[in-house]
């Protein structure tokens, strides 16, 4: 059974920086879709970017390229998310989610992937 779990999320002011993490358990194709989703109340859930395990290849919104960086370590089954220059309008519920694909997928929309972690809460204060 796949199983994501997140962490990393927390409190910063703007400006600052945090880490967030995926760790992927029972995964067992070499290649697959990862993404990274954002939710405030009341909003649909945002993609934020995305990776695709099989040659690297990444994706990111228009509101967090330059700021944001995805990665994987495959060594340790596990994806991160490097956040800078953090505004508060990043402030939001974060979500890993992952599916089995050949690289090809509509990495922004969420019924792209079929498994999700709990999320992780990240707040930005001005």
């Known amino acids: 059974q796949v199983q994501l779990v997140e962490s990393g999320g927390g409190s910063v002011q703007a400006g600052g920086s945090l880490r967030l993490s995926c760790a992927v358990f029972?995964?067992?194709?070499?290649?697959?879709?990862m993404g990274w989703f954002r939710q405030t109340p009341g909003k649909e859930r945002e993609g934020v970017a995305a990776?695709?395990?099989?040659?690297?290849?990444?994706y990111y919104a228009d509101s967090v390229k330059g700021r944001f960086t995805i990665s994987q370590d495959n060594a340790k089954n596990t994806l991160h998310l490097q956040m800078n220059s953090l505004k508060p309008e990043d402030t939001a519920m974060y979500y890993c989610?992952?599916?089995?694909?050949?690289?090809?997928?509509?990495?922004?929309?969420?019924?792209?992937?079929?498994?999700w972690g709990q999320g992780t809460q990240v707040t930005v204060s001005s």
């Open positions: 989610a992952a599916t089995y694909c050949n690289g090809r997928w509509r990495w922004k929309f969420e019924w792209e992937y079929n498994y």
């Open positions: 029972g995964y067992s194709y070499s290649s697959y879709c």
């Open positions: 990776i695709y395990t099989g040659d690297g290849s990444t």
